[in-house]
Every structure is written in C-alpha cells, then in structure tokens.
C-alpha cells in the first residue's frame, strides 16, 4: 500500500528561506503568519493529510462514487467522515477573509496544505477545492447580499461549490454554449440547459451545494459576449437563509472515469432552476476568467502532488527491492542482490522526479505569492506587477507542471516493475488520476495558447520583459561565484535560447498566425525549464547561505540541496535547446497535409 | 465508441517498395509469398481485426477476465467465439513448419497481422501471442518428440502456451528464483514453487495450456547457471497424447490490473506439477534469451499498435468536434466552429503520431527480416550479420516504441479533452493498455542496458559499426538529390550525434561503469531517433520513385508520405542534440545522493 509524507521541510525552505515571506508582513494577513505559526499550520495540514486522507485514497478509487435512482450520489467510504474532519478544522477558510469566517492568512499557505491534500486523495480535496474556487468567484463578482447569503457557510464546509462551465458540445469554445436564463421579473432566473464534466456536481458530504453556472440570458448576444453568471443552489434558501424546496437541478449520470474515482463528476440537468445573477449581464465570462489564474495555479499544484506522492513510493520500493547487483560493484553482500537504488538508470528516475518535484514546488509558491501581494498590497505599481507575473506564470505553472507531473507518475511507476501495473501497489492510480490535471481547467494545449496568444502580447509584453529581466540580473549577479556558477550559467544559457524563441515568434507569428499554434506548446516547456532553472538558482543561494552560516546542524539538506540542483541544471536543461530548434523549424511542415490526408 | 481500420496500404508500401520483400524470394517459405498473396493475407488479417476482433476490445477492458473458486478463469464476453474464428481461420501457424501443421510464411508477415490484432484487441492477441512464443521456444530448444508431442496442437491452436519466469521477489534479476523441480527417475520432474504475471496462465479458451517454466533443478548451482526450462501442461497427456489428468499447478489469483483487462495475468502455483525437461540442464536462461528477441519485438509492435489505433480515433475526433475559430481564419463558415484538426496545436500531436507510426511500422518489418533472413537463409555470412543486426535493434524497437507509443496514446487521449478520460470514449483503454508494454518482456530500462551493455561492445562492435556503416553510406548517397536533402541532412546530423554518443560511452563507460547505466536510456532513444530517420529516408525514397514512375494515380499517397516524413524530420530529429548532451553530462551528478537522501 502507499504511504505519503508531507515534504513540510522542504515547504519551509521555499517559505522561509527562499521566499523569505516574512519580507511581507506587512500585508494583511501576513503579519499573523509567523515562521512559528507557518510551521504549525504545515505541520497539522501534514497531519490531515498523512492520518485522514491518505488513508482512504485507495479505497476511493476502488469504491468510487454511486449514484442512485434518484439522482443523489453517495461519496466512497470514509470521505463523509473526513470531510467533517476537514470541515471541523476549519481548512476551508484558511485564505478567506475573516468577515465571512475566514482566518485571512496567506493564499501563498493555502497553496502548500492544497500540496499536501492533493499528494494525499486528490478526488477528496476537489470537493473543498471547488468550494474554494465558487467562494473566490464569489468574493469578487457578487453583491453584499449574494456574499452574506452564501460565503460564510461555504468557507465554513457546510455547503460545497461547483463550476458549471462545459456543455456536451462546447468546453474549450464557450461562445458555443446554449444553456439559458429566463428572468422573472423578480430578479430571479430560471435557468435551463445540461452541463457536463461537473466536478463534485453532486455528492452526500454537505447539505447543499452552491452551483455557479454560465448561461446566456433570453435574447443576449450570440458568442462569448451574452454569457452571464449564475448562483444556483441545490436546495433554494428558504426566508431564514437555510436549505428549502429543492431547485431544479439534477444529477442525470455521472462519469465512469480513467481516474479520481472518488469525486463524482456529474452530468447537471437544469430544468426551470431558479437562479440569480453575479456581476453584470453578458460579462461572465469575464468574471470567470478573473478567477481561472487561481483555479489553474490549484491544477498546477495537483501536478506536482502526484508527482511527489508517486516519488516518495517509488523511492520506499527502490530502497527496499533487491534485483540486481550495482554495475560498479556490490553494494548489499549481505543479501542476495542490491536494493534497486543502486542501478543508475533507477537514479536517473529518482533525480528527475526529486528535482522537479522541489522546482515546481518553489515555483509553484513564488505564483502563489504574485497572487497575495496583487491582492493584498497597498502599493499599485507593486499590485500591478505582481498580477502581470502572476498572469504570464499561470499557464506554466498549470500546462508544463501537470505535463511533467503526469510523466513523472508514469515513471514512479515504472520502478516498480511488474507491480506497478497491478492496481493493489496503487501507482496505476497516481497516474490515472494525475491525468486528469492535463486535461481540465483548461487542456494544456489551450495553456500555452494562452501564454503565447494573450500573456506574452499584454501590455506590450511588459510582464514578459520584467521577467526576462529579473532573471537575468539574477543570473549575472552569480556568474562569478564559483559554487554557483553550476546554476547562473545553464540558467543564462535557457534564458538566452527563450529569449531567442521570443524574438523568433514576435518576427513569425505577426506574418503568420499558425507559427504562434504551432510553437506554443514547445515555447511553454522552454519557459518552463527557465522558470524552473530560476528557481534552482534561488534555492542553491539559499542553501549557499545557509551553509555559510553554519546551516544550524542541518549542513547535508543544504548539501543535498545544492545537489539536486547541479543534476536539474546538468541534466534537464539541455531540452531548452532543442525546444528552441523545434519552434525554430516553423509550421510549415505541420500544417502540410490536407485534412483528409490523416 | 472507437474504430479501427487496418493501415493494409501502408503495410504493403513497406513490404514492397521499401522493403522489396520480392528480393528474397529464394528463401524458404518467401516463394510462396507473392505481392497477390501477401494482399491478400494482410486484408484477411484487417477484416479479422477490424470484424471480429475490435467489436470486442471494450467489452474485455470493461467486463475482463473472472477467476472461480476452483481457479479456473472465464475471458471476457465474446473472446471464447473470437478465438474460434483465429483457430479455425489458421492464423496461428503462419510462420510456422509446415511438417507441424503451420504454413511457413515469412515471420515478417505474421508480423504485420500481430499489429493488426494488438491494434484491435491487445488483450486478445497475447492469447495466440504467448502460444506463438512458447512454439517458437519449444521449436528451437525441444527434443524432436517434444515437438511432435505439443507444437501441432499448439499451432492449430487447440491448445495454448504460457512463459514462466517472474517469481514474487524476482523478475528482471532471474537468478534469484526459488521455483525447484525434482528429477523423478523416469525423466520426468516434479516442479514446485509460485510464478507471478503469467500472461494468459488460465482461461478457458483451450482443452490444455502447455506452461513453459523456469526452474532450478534440486543440487544446481546458485545463480542464473542453474535454471533449466521445463514444459508444464495444465492437463498431463494421456497415452493418446490427449488431455488427461489435472497436473499440479493451480491458479492462486488473477491480477487486477491498470489495463488489457480481457487477458488473465495469473498467479500459478506448482505444487509437485509434472513437468519435462526442455533442453540441457542448467541451460534454460540462455534458451530463454534466444527467443527473447522475438518476444521483444512483438511487444514493440504492441506499442506500434495502440499508438496506431489511438491516432486513428483521434483523427476522426479531430475531423468531427468544432470548436474555436482557425487563428488563420474561418475554415468552416458553414458551422458554428471549425473542426479542432484545424488548429496547429492538434496538428502538431496528429504530426507527431503519423510520422511516428510510419517509421516504427517499417522499422519494426525491417527488424522482422533480419530475423527471417536469418532462419531462412542458407548463406552463413549473411545469416550473422542479420541475426546480429535484429539483436542490435531489437532493445530499440522493444524500448522506443514502446515508450513513444504510451506517449501517443496519452497525446491521442489529449485530443478528446475531458471526453478522453471518460471510460465510455475509449481512448483511456488504449492508454491504460499500451502502459504495460513499457513494462514486460524486460522494462525499458533492462532493454536500454541491454543494449549498451550487451548488444553493443558484442562482437567487438561489429554489428554498431555496420549498422553505422550502412545508414551513413545511404545518407551521404542521397545528400545531392534536392528531394530527399531535407531526409539525408538530419539522418547525418542524428547519426553523428549516435556516433559521438557511442565515442563517448567507449571512453568513459569503461573507466566508470555507472555512465553506461546513466547514459543507457538516453542513448537508446537517440538510437530510435536515427533508426526511424534512416527509415524515412528508406521510405522517401521509394516514395519519389513510384512518383517518378507516374504512381499508378496514387500520386497523393507518396507525396503526403513525403510531406509527413518532413516534418519527423524537422520537428523530431532535433531530440538527438539534446540526447547526446545529456549522455555528455554525464552521471556524476546522477550519483551524487547518498540513498538517504531520497
């Protein structure tokens, strides 16, 4: 069976010593979140995870979820009781703020228990996960009065939250989308129309669930600019604020799918369902699209869960199987054959997995953070700033880490050998469910669109440019210290081969729009190795120093560190080169073909 | 739900203008094979799979196999009728002897009906799969009475076969295994001990499974020079040489696994099983090893296959589904979108998987010759150099296609969006399917150090250097002709990269054994990268000649297999750069943990 332990050192590092988060207390927020609080937080969001969630992982994706003839949908064993654990803590309100019961701390802390749930039982933690995502819809799009009625027992977990976007014939393209709202007059809608691939769409873990929905309201314009949004609840409140007369919304079918059995996935029939409108009229899209940074950044972060659970059991197996004997001579001669670990082609698994899995983390928070200081900070040029960065990261941290997260799973497993594929080991279901995260909140291919299409061009590729910046005055700056030099120089190197792909698109693309398609995904990639590059130059710096002070007892995890690194640096950067010769061989050849031809 | 056409034209484009299978036709069982013949087999072989055989794929994946409490196992809905229809079409004997019952056909040919079925149904295919491998074993390692007594009915497929060689605490490393067989004094051997994953090791689709099992006979030596094979039938032959008694090997449990489902992987105990000695004593693991090659190369046709039926279903996804405007403007003015095949971004996954299946198709047929060539052939000279040449790509053809083929069906999964991770769509099982193939017959890993630690220095590196020798020979003849310029740079590009890489590993594999195992799968991918451009030069060039021929009115099929070889070699040939650098870097960094650190 799988275990999971939560990297909270490694999370501390990032926080601590690399992002230095204490530099922020001056945030709201913030200024609660002592290193000793931080450090209690984790330690407990580890405890949850470990004791309540990774426990019942398994038996989630064996059991998954019912639904029955009625429509109701019963969760996998054990999840209504961990779900009140969850609830009973108060996880939920952990980033929100305190007028609707949240704590208010850091969304950048949020991030690392979301790590952490996700690593454990990712379909359990889409069930607040979504929550989430609705409450921050919420916070930002809806009146005082939808606020009052519906936030606080969403942050509280009494109620749960959906998103209801993709329709049978329409997910990527909403302009398409058909479901409709009639008004009644009274400010109320009657909302019609079926959605699919409704994440936590109906479940028995709460006793009602928040639906916001897009629709097009009676006589709005065709496209993407007649798309309004809608609070639907399951049950419509009654006077005093509380769960009445069921509305009508149900549960047609839910999904047999590859992975992440335990949360249902349901096809959402409305029929006549009584809805209110959030925001403007036929600006929901946009009000959606606010918030989608957020929800991918969580997807993101879902990549680099399975990625580390699947490593943490692909390292217990290559410690403990013995097969083999080490090429460089014999490493166990008490026993019949080594332990796997040994054999460098097991190694090279292992270190992919490891410094990845530390990368994306850093990176993963280093966003997180753009995004508290944009909504947290008093300084404009500083909101700004942050929300560009934050913006251009979003579709790397969405598209390239759930890429490689998914690889990575597939290659834990491959450690495993034969058993791998035998479903009782459980690493099938770290690469069933880890292929999810490629797929929705945006496939990945539409993220590097996005970055390529809209993130890169805005504002005149200012956030692009800063980045470019900031990284290569930190590459410089360390050129010339010898210890680091292993980090300055291939990240300078990736940069440069980025720069270069930049350059090659803003000269190609303008003349011809299929080079902007047909480079994005190998452009995302190459940025992504750059971010994470940035990344290993920011860690080894932290560690550096660290050592230099004395690293308090703690020398070999700094050691370890800065090794990690020297592999990530010597061994994965050299993809940059070769993603820059791809998008440079142009489209042409890609888009030769006719249609019928395949 | 998914469809399948057999790709027959492209087949027959290999076979006969790359391959000129025509030129062999002085060796055995090659005569009989004309063009007409071979048309019509492979068109037999595609209604077989596409009628008979896909009909039932999903029912296998949903329904698989069902084990009872008398340890017997019932296959899925359907396979028991299907694999009537292949016995008694005769398909099992094809390349076999005529004097057993088979028809002697080319192996490559039966090659070529493998892909087919594997792309239909690769569950039901290991059924017939597994026999073919145990005749082939017990063809070259039997006694002529062995032979007499079990290959007609195996042929014919009455009877089924199964290899035995993983234990629970061995797999890869064969030299632990346990199983014990006890000499009975009338030549016959009592076997005892558990073997695990044993494909198609019960099912109820023939009177009698003639198991063939490693074993250590009682007082041989530790190690790999004391296991010996034994033929194990299910049922011991009556005087009649019919199936009499039960024998003593029994199944414990079938596995429950990530997919092909509709195929039993048993757990068989031996509990004092009759069995007969195959073969010398203490010589089983090296004949194990030479039919190992066979065996790999059907396991890479069965990653050639899922990505070839994954791509299929994702084209005609990507033909059907409209979403999104072209970013070259409107493509279907007539629809509310264009179908996504416009976009450059799904091109690029369709590029990548033609031009993928194209190349490993040839590339698996030309290996399949080399192994005709040499069983068939009567010149001594000419027979090494093809068996050195198949065993030399075999690790290749076992590895990257494997690897690539999951990677396909994973992008061809991608194409359907969230579609593609509902079971109901189909393309999940194809994903789930081809992981195993990654897997068996050896992981990648062991066939990448296979190859650079085997198949490599062998023979003073006499097969390298004139696999090197041929490929260059034929790049620098082909550098000149302005048509196939853009197919003989890269390959000459890729080779030197091959070349160097191999450079690099004489020099330093030797000093440090650990920068072969931490080269070794890198350096069996840049293989792959060479081998499948030196079949696109092989296959452009047989292109521009029907073209220059006037192409029979099929001008369209040779300029689109032109067109998709460009764009392997512009958008995947650049992989070779970063491969070597990776090689280059070396495996310091690699090795660098201690294991605790993990």
Redesign the interface.
């Given at each position: 069976m799988p275990t999971y332990r939560a990297p909270v050192e490694d999370t501390l590092f990032v926080l601590n010593d690399v992002l230095n988060i204490q530099r922020y207390n001056n945030l709201p927020g913030f200024e609660e979140a002592s290193p000793d609080m931080i450090e209690a937080i984790l330690g407990e969001a580890g405890k949850l995870a470990e004791e309540v969630l990774q426990p019942i992982n398994r038996i989630g994706d064996e059991e998954g979820c019912t639904r029955h003839e009625d429509g109701s949908v019963t969760t996998p064993k054990g999840f209504k009781e961990a779900y009140d654990t969850y609830r009973e803590s108060g996880w939920g309100g952990l980033p929100f703020p305190e007028e609707y019961g949240g704590q208010n701390l850091p969304a950048t802390l949020a991030t690392c228990v979301g790590e952490y749930v996700a690593s454990a039982n990712m379909a359990f933690g889409m069930y607040p996960g979504l929550t989430g995502g609705a409450v921050a819809a919420l916070l930002q799009h809806a009146s005082e009065e939808q606020k009052q009625t519906y936030v606080p027992k969403m942050i509280s977990g009494e109620w749960s939250g959906t998103m209801n976007l993709?329709e049978p014939?329409?997910?990527?393209?909403l302009?398409?989308l058909r479901t409709k709202a009639v008004p009644q007059g009274d400010g109320s809608y009657k909302i019609s129309g079926q959605k699919?691939?409704i994440s936590a769409g109906e479940h028995d873990l709460t006793s009602n669930i928040i639906h916001l929905v897009l629709a097009r309201i009676e006589g709005a314009p065709e496209g993407v600019d007649g798309i309004s949004l809608f609070v639907v609840p399951k049950f419509v409140l009654d006077a005093d604020g509380n769960p009445g007369e069921r509305n009508g919304v149900s549960c047609g079918s839910i999904?047999?799918?590859?992975?992440i059995h335990g949360n249902s996935t349901a096809v959402l029939n409305y029929d006549d369902a009584t809805g209110y409108l959030v925001g403007e009229e036929n600006r929901g899209l946009k009000a959606m699209f606010v918030m989608m940074n957020e929800a991918r950044l969580g997807v993101g972060v879902q990549g680099l869960a399975q990625s580390e659970v699947a490593y943490q059991n692909a390292?217990d197996y290559?410690?403990e199987r013995?097969?083999?004997r080490s090429?460089?001579g014999v490493k166990a001669p008490d026993k019949?054959?080594d332990?796997i670990?040994?054999?460098?082609?097991?190694?090279?698994?292992?270190?992919r997995m490891?410094s990845f899995n530390e990368a994306a983390r850093a990176l993963v928070l280093w966003t997180a953070l753009k995004g508290d200081i944009h909504h947290r900070s008093d300084d404009a040029e500083a909101k700004e700033a942050a929300d560009e960065l934050m913006g251009l990261l979003t579709p790397i941290v969405k598209g390239v880490i759930t890429d490689r997260g998914?690889d990575n799973a597939?290659e834990a497993?491959?450690v495993y050998?034969?058993h791998?594929?035998?479903?009782?080991w459980g690493m099938?279901q770290f690469?069933?469910d880890a292929?999810?995260a490629?797929?929705?909140e945006g496939?990945?291919?539409i993220q590097?669109?996005d970055l390529v299409g809209r993130k890169l061009p805005r504002k005149g590729g200012k956030a692009v440019q800063a980045y470019f910046a900031e990284v290569g005055a930190l590459a410089d700056e360390h050129m010339g210290n010898e210890d680091l030099k292993a980090f300055a120089e291939p990240l300078k190197k990736g940069l440069g081969e980025l720069q270069a792909a930049t350059m090659w698109l803003m000269q190609n693309a303008t003349q011809?729009?299929?080079e902007?398609?047909?480079a994005?995904?190998d452009y995302m990639h190459l940025f992504g190795l750059v971010a994470f590059a940035h990344m290993w130059l920011l860690m080894a710096k932290a560690a550096q120093e660290k050592l230099a002070q004395g690293a308090n007892g703690n020398a070999?995890y700094y050691e370890?560190k800065l090794?990690?690194g020297?592999?990530f640096m010597?061994?994965m950067m050299?993809?940059c080169?070769?993603l820059r010769?791809?998008i440079e061989?142009?489209?042409e050849?890609?888009?030769?073909?006719d249609?019928e031809?395949?």
């Amino acid at each position: 069976m799988p275990t999971y332990r939560a990297p909270v050192e490694d999370t501390l590092f990032v926080l601590n010593d690399v992002l230095n988060i204490q530099r922020y207390n001056n945030l709201p927020g913030f200024e609660e979140a002592s290193p000793d609080m931080i450090e209690a937080i984790l330690g407990e969001a580890g405890k949850l995870a470990e004791e309540v969630l990774q426990p019942i992982n398994r038996i989630g994706d064996e059991e998954g979820c019912t639904r029955h003839e009625d429509g109701s949908v019963t969760t996998p064993k054990g999840f209504k009781e961990a779900y009140d654990t969850y609830r009973e803590s108060g996880w939920g309100g952990l980033p929100f703020p305190e007028e609707y019961g949240g704590q208010n701390l850091p969304a950048t802390l949020a991030t690392c228990v979301g790590e952490y749930v996700a690593s454990a039982n990712m379909a359990f933690g889409m069930y607040p996960g979504l929550t989430g995502g609705a409450v921050a819809a919420l916070l930002q799009h809806a009146s005082e009065e939808q606020k009052q009625t519906y936030v606080p027992k969403m942050i509280s977990g009494e109620w749960s939250g959906t998103m209801n976007l993709t329709e049978p014939h329409c997910g990527t393209d909403l302009g398409l989308l058909r479901t409709k709202a009639v008004p009644q007059g009274d400010g109320s809608y009657k909302i019609s129309g079926q959605k699919i691939f409704i994440s936590a769409g109906e479940h028995d873990l709460t006793s009602n669930i928040i639906h916001l929905v897009l629709a097009r309201i009676e006589g709005a314009p065709e496209g993407v600019d007649g798309i309004s949004l809608f609070v639907v609840p399951k049950f419509v409140l009654d006077a005093d604020g509380n769960p009445g007369e069921r509305n009508g919304v149900s549960c047609g079918s839910i999904e047999e799918k590859m992975g992440i059995h335990g949360n249902s996935t349901a096809v959402l029939n409305y029929d006549d369902a009584t809805g209110y409108l959030v925001g403007e009229e036929n600006r929901g899209l946009k009000a959606m699209f606010v918030m989608m940074n957020e929800a991918r950044l969580g997807v993101g972060v879902q990549g680099l869960a399975q990625s580390e659970v699947a490593y943490q059991n692909a390292v217990d197996y290559a410690k403990e199987r013995v097969q083999g004997r080490s090429i460089s001579g014999v490493k166990a001669p008490d026993k019949k054959a080594d332990p796997i670990i040994v054999h460098p082609d097991i190694r090279r698994i292992l270190m992919r997995m490891k410094s990845f899995n530390e990368a994306a983390r850093a990176l993963v928070l280093w966003t997180a953070l753009k995004g508290d200081i944009h909504h947290r900070s008093d300084d404009a040029e500083a909101k700004e700033a942050a929300d560009e960065l934050m913006g251009l990261l979003t579709p790397i941290v969405k598209g390239v880490i759930t890429d490689r997260g998914f690889d990575n799973a597939v290659e834990a497993q491959q450690v495993y050998g034969g058993h791998g594929y035998v479903e009782e080991w459980g690493m099938s279901q770290f690469v069933r469910d880890a292929r999810i995260a490629m797929i929705y909140e945006g496939a990945n291919g539409i993220q590097a669109l996005d970055l390529v299409g809209r993130k890169l061009p805005r504002k005149g590729g200012k956030a692009v440019q800063a980045y470019f910046a900031e990284v290569g005055a930190l590459a410089d700056e360390h050129m010339g210290n010898e210890d680091l030099k292993a980090f300055a120089e291939p990240l300078k190197k990736g940069l440069g081969e980025l720069q270069a792909a930049t350059m090659w698109l803003m000269q190609n693309a303008t003349q011809n729009p299929d080079e902007a398609g047909g480079a994005s995904t190998d452009y995302m990639h190459l940025f992504g190795l750059v971010a994470f590059a940035h990344m290993w130059l920011l860690m080894a710096k932290a560690a550096q120093e660290k050592l230099a002070q004395g690293a308090n007892g703690n020398a070999t995890y700094y050691e370890n560190k800065l090794a990690t690194g020297r592999f990530f640096m010597a061994r994965m950067m050299p993809e940059c080169g070769m993603l820059r010769r791809r998008i440079e061989a142009g489209a042409e050849t890609m888009m030769a073909l006719d249609a019928e031809a395949f």
